[in-house]
């Protein structure tokens, strides 16, 4: 399970990553701000991204989630049992569970319609979000303590 703790939180690093480069005003995947909007928010007629806090905000909480896969596995020292750990490891797992079914509903395709992000979505940022909220879920309930 340390092998799956260190991807998790890898990956989520370098979503934190991104979130913090958008923060501060990065464009990729796009060619200008409104492009990027369409790649990486997606919502029906968005042409700016997210503001700086918005972009920080998601990034602390990835920065926070990074580190709780390690902290189950043992290699990020805490001073929380192991039974909150676990169940909290679950919550967050659900709740990238929950993100990445929504990707694939009508309801969602409705809401984010725009291009490239609609695609993007089915194909990359939503498979994601169920391998990270798989990935969470399998950490919470191997480690949760008998």
Known sequence: MIVLAVILSFVLLLITTLHVYWGIGGIWP???????????????????????????????????????????????????????????????????????IAGFTPWWRRLAPEQPFAWLDQSLYSPLCLLIGAGFAILAITEFPA
């Open 30 to 100: 796009g060619m200008d701000r409104a492009s990027c909007a369409r790649a990486v928010v997606g919502f029906r007629g968005v042409d700016e991204m997210p503001s700086s806090f918005a972009s920080f905000a998601v990034a602390a909480c990835l920065a926070l989630a990074t580190l709780w896969p390690l902290a189950l596995a043992g290699i990020f020292a805490t001073p929380f049992p192991r039974e909150g750990l676990a169940a909290t490891a679950m919550m967050i797992g659900l709740v990238f569970l929950g993100r990445g």
